[in-house]
């Protein structure tokens, strides 16, 4: 197995944690809290109280959909480990989201997506299908090599992904081959990444007028030795003012979905930019209270990013997380779904807007857990 000692995790959990805690002087989290939800306590209001299995809210169990798990016959898994496991390999995490990341019913333009990623020297290997359509989206098989995989992918109101693991093999000594890199091709966007670049990347580009975006979510397997994995979900703010919820899917390595977290997001009257949140397993028994900071773009108010970490009972950090979001401008928000009141956002177009990121978990704390685990 490939283990590697990196301190820096940690001591970014930390400044995080202190960064957070500067304002307001968190106590620890052994007990039920409770009142309403705020932008000043120490986890905002949340308490470490077990919920109903995705906090009992079946719309957004339906958006959240688990996605669909796919072998790649390219690749046995002994195949697989052997790659990893040659000295100098470095291994990535990669899921790309194309489409109305937000979502618009309103959107009658099909776009397609049908394309490739292709390393120059390598391996790509296919973990997860995201919201593929039976019938209409698929990997083209056979493959053409194993540095190369091709698809097949149209959207209109929605989105389509998937989730990689990009195996760059060691450069023989000596050798004067090019950096490699991982090209990324489809009619509506096309881009080239350095293998440097996958190592943490959280990337969101918008394509069209039409809204369609895509969204790269990278990280080296070596960067997450304790485990991690992928984010996503609704990121939804309020028409009139910063303030607003967010509502997702917690997954692991793979993406298979490990539980679900649910927030919001505010502006302190100092103009400190916070979140705050709670992260439950498939069961509904907690994981961990969620804290952080974010900020937009210079650029653009609609689209920025977010950095945090989630905490056990004790209020002491077990992991970070971190990605990017983009909101539905606010004057112009797609407006036939409407937020549950137990996310406190009643009324309010929740499928205006979409984060999505990844958590890792410390090494120094690996038997730490905030609840039962289920």
Same mark, same amino acid.
Request: glycine letters at 12%; a negative charge; hydrophobic letters at 40%.
């Given at each position: 197995?490939?283990?590697?000692?990196?301190?820096?995790?940690?001591?970014?959990?930390?400044?995080?944690?202190?960064?957070?805690?500067?304002?307001?002087?968190?106590?620890?989290?052994?007990?039920?809290?409770?009142?309403?939800?705020?932008?000043?306590?120490?986890?905002?209001?949340?308490?470490?109280?077990?919920?109903?299995?995705?906090?009992?809210?079946?719309?957004?169990?339906?958006?959240?959909?688990?996605?669909?798990?796919?072998?790649?016959?390219?690749?046995?898994?002994?195949?697989?480990?052997?790659?990893?496991?040659?000295?100098?390999?470095?291994?990535?995490?990669?899921?790309?989201?194309?489409?109305?990341?937000?979502?618009?019913?309103?959107?009658?333009?099909?776009?397609?997506?049908?394309?490739?990623?292709?390393?120059?020297?390598?391996?790509?290997?296919?973990?997860?299908?995201?919201?593929?359509?039976?019938?209409?989206?698929?990997?083209?098989?056979?493959?053409?090599?194993?540095?190369?995989?091709?698809?097949?992918?149209?959207?209109?109101?929605?989105?389509?992904?998937?989730?990689?693991?990009?195996?760059?093999?060691?450069?023989?000594?000596?050798?004067?081959?090019?950096?490699?890199?991982?090209?990324?091709?489809?009619?509506?966007?096309?881009?080239?990444?350095?293998?440097?670049?996958?190592?943490?990347?959280?990337?969101?580009?918008?394509?069209?007028?039409?809204?369609?975006?895509?969204?790269?979510?990278?990280?080296?397997?070596?960067?997450?030795?304790?485990?991690?994995?992928?984010?996503?979900?609704?990121?939804?703010?309020?028409?009139?003012?910063?303030? %607003?919820? &967010?509502? @997702?899917? #917690?997954?692991?390595? +793979? /993406?298979?979905?490990? =539980?679900? !977290?649910? *927030?919001?997001?505010?502006?302190?009257?100092?103009?400190?930019?916070?979140?705050?949140?709670?992260?439950?397993?498939?069961?509904?028994?907690?994981?961990?209270?969620?804290?952080?900071?974010?900020?937009?773009?210079?650029?653009?108010?609609?689209? %920025?990013? &977010?950095? @945090?970490? #989630?905490?056990?009972? +004790? /209020?002491?950090?077990? =992991?970070? !997380?971190? *990605?990017?979001?983009?909101?539905?401008?606010?004057?112009?928000?797609?407006?036939?779904?409407?937020?549950?009141?137990?996310?406190?956002?009643?009324?309010?177009?929740?499928?205006?807007?979409?984060?999505?990121?990844?958590?890792?978990?410390?090494?120094?704390?690996?038997?730490?857990?905030?609840?039962?685990?289920?």
């Amino acid at each position: 197995m490939r283990q590697k000692w990196l301190a820096t995790t940690w001591i970014q959990m930390a400044a995080v944690g202190l960064l957070v805690a500067g304002c307001s002087g968190d106590p620890a989290v052994n007990s039920r809290t409770s009142g309403d939800l705020d932008l000043s306590s120490a986890f905002g209001g949340y308490d470490d109280a077990d919920e109903a299995p995705v906090f009992g809210d079946a719309t957004m169990a339906a958006y959240l959909a688990e996605d669909e798990p796919l072998s790649d016959p390219s690749f046995a898994s002994e195949q697989i480990d052997s790659l990893m496991d040659l000295p100098g390999a470095r291994v990535f995490r990669l899921a790309i989201r194309w489409g109305m990341l937000a979502g618009d019913s309103t959107n009658t333009t099909v776009t397609d997506w049908s394309g490739s990623v292709r390393l120059r020297r390598g391996a790509v290997a296919v973990r997860r299908l995201i919201r593929f359509e039976r019938g209409q989206d698929y990997v083209v098989r056979p493959r053409e090599n194993r540095s190369r995989l091709d698809w097949v992918s149209a959207t209109s109101v929605n989105f389509d992904g998937l989730l990689l693991v990009i195996i760059d093999p060691p450069v023989p000594p000596d050798s004067n081959w090019p950096a490699n890199a991982l090209e990324f091709t489809t009619t509506p966007y096309a881009h080239s990444f350095s293998i440097d670049e996958l190592a943490s990347l959280d990337e969101m580009v918008t394509v069209d007028q039409l809204g369609n975006q895509i969204a790269f979510n990278g990280r080296e397997l070596d960067l997450e030795p304790c485990g991690g994995g992928p984010l996503e979900g609704v990121w939804a703010r309020r028409p009139s003012d910063s303030v %607003g919820h &967010f509502f @997702g899917k #917690w997954m692991s390595t +793979d /993406g298979a979905l490990t =539980g679900h !977290l649910r *927030g919001h997001f505010g502006i302190r009257a100092n103009g400190e930019r916070v979140f705050f949140g709670k992260y439950i397993g498939p069961a509904g028994h907690v994981r961990g209270l969620l804290r952080g900071t974010w900020g937009e773009d210079p650029n653009d108010a609609n689209s %920025g990013w &977010f950095a @945090g970490i #989630w905490a056990a009972r +004790d /209020g002491l950090p077990v =992991g970070t !997380l971190h *990605g990017r979001w983009h909101a539905a401008p606010r004057e112009a928000g797609v407006r036939d779904r409407q937020g549950p009141g137990q996310m406190g956002f009643e009324g309010v177009d929740w499928n205006g807007g979409f984060f999505s990121g990844s958590w890792e978990r410390s090494c120094l704390r690996p038997d730490s857990t905030s609840g039962p685990g289920a």
